[in-house]
DNA sequence: CTTGATCCTCTAGTGGCTAGAGGATGCAGA
DNA sequence: TCTGCATCCTCTAGCCACTAGAGGATCAAG
């Protein structure tokens, strides 16, 4: 194991440390990600090693685009190394399951925009190939039924 | 030109035809994408031909993942048939970049996660990989330096 | 001693809806 | 006619993950 350093912090070098804004470490201290820590006689917040750890932790997985109801439970499971991870294997599946569908429906979007935008001779909006495929929705190629949800 | 058709519908008719919920489209409405419709003695909206037209812009526009506002300055476009196309292309090619960089972010976390979850042997969360890769970014393959943003 | 950076708390806003309260109206069957 | 349910109305509040700004205290350098 490294040697655990036992230096403190201000927010503010805890932000410059971690890249994440100083707004936002106050934020999740609000919201339980980050247990209020110490505070100076002048009421600044001292964050230790423990905390570093922690926000760094959060800023990957954030990163990685896990919201903040997985980080949570990634953050219950990483401070008890004895558990068994199948738990951290299935949050990380089903976020890649959820990324590996944007990814489609993107692509689908793409060609669409694409083929829109490429048809386009520029002339007035009459005739605007980008116009007239979404007014008319028969002459898209493919069929975005129903779910609009989050891209 | 096409016969236009003078048939009204109530909201959730004009719901159901287009896909959008009834309270989205008060939601437009409040916000200014739909124009106030006019309403019957008991105050219920009544949608004409081209409510139920502009309606279907918008749902087909947000489909391709426009924001609102690309969609106001869209919808003004197609209002005015004279006006040359350059601005509504610009739009959907800003649009496309947009949703092409999505594309390739997905991607580099699609392929972070896949080996996150592969490389995982089912232990304890000691040894858990998707924990490791979490807690020291360095073990992580791409370089998630700055943004975000969204996904 | 002054200047400017950093810190504090608090509230409100972002986008694009969604949910729910609390009530009025409309329409079909018995 | 009554009953009951679907649909409609307005209004407010909530979702996610922050971000922005007001209004003030404190700190560190020159």
Redesign the pocket.
């Known amino acids: 194991m490294a040697s655990t350093s036992l230096s403190t912090r201000?927010?503010?070098?805890?932000?410059a440390l971690t890249g994440?804004?100083?707004?936002?470490i106050?934020?999740?201290e609000q919201i339980g990600i980050m247990p209020a820590p110490e505070?100076?006689?002048?009421?600044?917040?001292v964050y230790d090693d423990a905390a570093l750890r922690r926000l760094s932790f959060?800023r990957h997985a954030?990163d990685l685009g896990?919201?903040?109801?997985?980080i949570r439970s990634l953050l219950d499971l990483a401070d008890e190394p004895e558990r068994p991870c199948g738990e951290a294997n299935a949050i990380a599946d089903r976020h890649l399951a959820v990324v590996t569908g944007k990814i489609a429906r993107l692509k689908a979007l793409q060609a669409e925009l694409s083929r829109m935008t490429a048809e386009c001779a520029g002339g007035r909006v009459s005739a605007c190939k980008v116009i007239e495929v979404l007014h008319d929705h028969d002459r898209c190629g493919a069929d975005h039924g129903g779910t609009?949800s989050d891209f």
Chains 1, 2 share one sequence.
């Open positions: 201000s927010i503010g070098r805890l932000a994440v804004k100083v707004p936002t106050r934020f999740y505070r100076t006689a002048s009421d600044r917040r959060v954030r896990f919201d903040l109801d997985s609009r």
